[in-house]
């Protein structure tokens, strides 16, 4: 199946719920959805697609919202993305269509603070467990503060 | 009844801090919880706020064994953003050099796994012809172990006639050590019981939980990045995808075993046919990238592995994600550990299935107490195990 056989079949499918549809490259799609799309979109590609492979999920701090990307397939990679609001930043898990995405939700949950619903356990994965709440490194208001010393003030 | 083992951070079986807490009725496990937490080093928010250039020196060292497949991936990245491709005899370089470093991972790991299963005579081995591969890596990178030969827009060193012979040699070598190892392989029955149908993983699971690399492959899957999404002048070189479909770990030191040969065959090729002209493109130290994204995947030894980065056209990354082969295989450890009906795992296979995904893991801050009188874990802070050095210290004065 060529680029844009895959795009033409994803927009003929979800029509008004694609908000935007483009070819990034040799076999690297991108789709972005509203966010109720979001799982269907993922269940269609892996399933119907059969490109059943989610090689990674990532969040990205988009400003006023937040982003999670799906990257689903072995060879041709279609990245499906959908935008939350930063205030209420929940989305449908795809846990139970792909269990691969298990680490990689715990992952955007510690680290930008997205919530996934229907996540058999979302706990933390990374940071450490007196890491104050509420505070999410990936975010781009979170500005990392220098190393503390080892040795209480010292130079050491 | 059920008790837990707690297995780390700190274990003979692995040097690197991970945790599994298996819960375990008599010698079965029933249970495992993996706890990575010992290892973020907030690598991805740290090249947000660098330089391309400088980027490149902070991902090779993501992981010491899988550099080159680190830097490569980056470049890889940066040149799709700016819309530039390495000159033809770059790649062939990269390739010559890529291969060399999967070969010289799998035989650290194949020294490794035997050394954890208690069969320390073929880890000395592998490790001393593994030296021989790392020798010719610092000769034709300048370094030993981070190699620092790819750059944006090329490889940073061409490669001489003279080192060139020495790495035909090198191979040669190799190529004869391997058939001898895979003879002992195959003959060895303390290997053949410790791997044979120990943690079996079904191809529809390895796909359904994400397993990449040579432990993919070792579940009958046939996907490799090289053959499904050349990148670096892979679809040039004739090589096999190895397989293997026995779905345990004897199948992943196989896989490991006759990748290596066909490593020693793709640089062979790779040196046979390497195209003349430039090793690098120019490219201006700092530079603004245009804006919009990119993927960039590269069969790194322990899998495949995944950057992805956008650009808002400034100097650095708005955002880069990197997916290490590690974090995907690692759910597969759990399903592999847990005893199911007619599948039974035992304590003493924990080792044998842990080496096989090839953990790589980083960086330790944190010990656990358990404290068994009162049923209770808590997990000391960096600052609570220095406040009790020192209170110690104080009493011991």
Request: proline share 6%; hydrophobic share 35%.
């Amino acid at each position: 199946m060529s680029e844009e056989d895959i795009l033409r079949k994803i927009t003929e499918r979800f029509g008004e719920r694609v908000l935007e549809a483009k070819i990034l490259g040799r076999r690297r799609i991108s789709i972005l959805v509203s966010p109720d799309a979001y799982k269907d979109a993922v269940k269609y590609v892996a399933h119907d697609l059969e490109l059943e492979f989610l090689s990674c999920l990532s969040g990205v701090d988009r400003g006023d919202s937040l982003e999670v990307v799906a990257h689903l397939g072995f060879s041709t990679q279609v990245l499906i993305k959908t935008r939350i609001p930063k205030d209420n930043p929940v989305i449908d898990s795809i846990t139970d269509v792909l269990p691969a995405a298990n680490l990689y939700e715990r992952e955007a949950h510690d680290l930008l603070g997205i919530v996934f619903r229907g996540h058999p356990n979302l706990r933390r994965v990374f940071l450490p467990e007196d890491w104050p709440k509420g505070i999410y490194p990936l975010r781009k208001d979170y500005a990392p503060e220098h190393p503390k010393p080892l040795r209480g003030g010292e130079s050491g | 009844m059920s008790f837990e083992i707690p297995i780390g951070p700190q274990h003979p079986i692995h040097v690197e801090p991970l945790m599994l807490r298996l819960s375990v009725e008599g010698e079965l496990i029933v249970d495992v919880d993996v706890d990575v937490s010992y290892i973020h080093r907030g690598i991805e928010k740290a090249l947000e706020v660098r330089p391309y250039i400088q980027g490149l020196y902070l991902v090779e060292r993501i992981c010491g064994i899988c550099n080159a497949a680190h830097s490569l991936c980056y470049c890889l990245n940066v040149e799709q953003l700016l819309g530039k491709e390495a000159p033809p005899r770059a790649k062939y370089l990269r390739i010559v050099v890529e291969e060399l470093s999967r070969i010289h991972s799998h035989l650290l790991w194949l020294g490794h796994y035997f050394h954890t299963l208690g069969f320390e005579t073929l880890f000395m081995y592998f490790w001393r012809d593994r030296e021989r591969v790392m020798d010719m890596l610092e000769l034709i990178t300048g370094n030993r172990v981070t190699t620092a030969y790819n750059t944006i827009g090329g490889v940073r060193r061409d490669l001489t006639p003279e080192v060139e012979q020495k790495l035909r040699r090198t191979l040669d070598y190799i190529e004869e050590r391997m058939r001898y190892y895979e003879k002992v392989i195959d003959s060895e029955p303390t290997i053949l019981a410790r791997t044979q149908g120990v943690g079996i993983l079904k191809p529809s699971d390895a796909v359904r939980l994400g397993v990449v690399g040579p432990h993919l492959r070792a579940s009958g899957i046939k996907h490799d990045v090289r053959l499904d999404d050349p990148y670096s002048g892979h679809d040039e070189i004739p090589f096999n995808v190895i397989t293997w479909d026995t779905c345990d770990c004897y199948a992943r030191v196989k896989v490991r075993v006759k990748e290596v040969h066909e490593c020693v065959n793709m640089i062979r090729y790779a040196l046979d046919h390497m195209p003349s002209g430039d090793y690098r493109l120019k490219i201006p130290p700092f530079f603004k990238a245009p804006p919009g994204e990119s993927l960039s995947r590269v069969e790194a030894p322990r899998g495949e592995l995944v950057h992805y980065s956008i650009s808002d056209g400034s100097d650095r990354p708005y955002r880069y994600r990197v997916r290490t082969p590690t974090l995907a295989n690692l759910l597969s450890v759990v399903e592999m550990l847990k005893s199911r009906d007619g599948y039974e795992v035992y304590i003493a296979d924990v080792p044998a299935i842990l080496g096989g995904i090839d953990p790589c893991i980083c960086c330790s801050a944190r010990v656990v107490v358990a404290d068994e009188a009162r049923r209770r874990r808590t997990v000391m802070t960096l600052d609570d195990i220095i406040r009790i050095s020192r209170d110690r210290g104080v009493e011991r004065r």
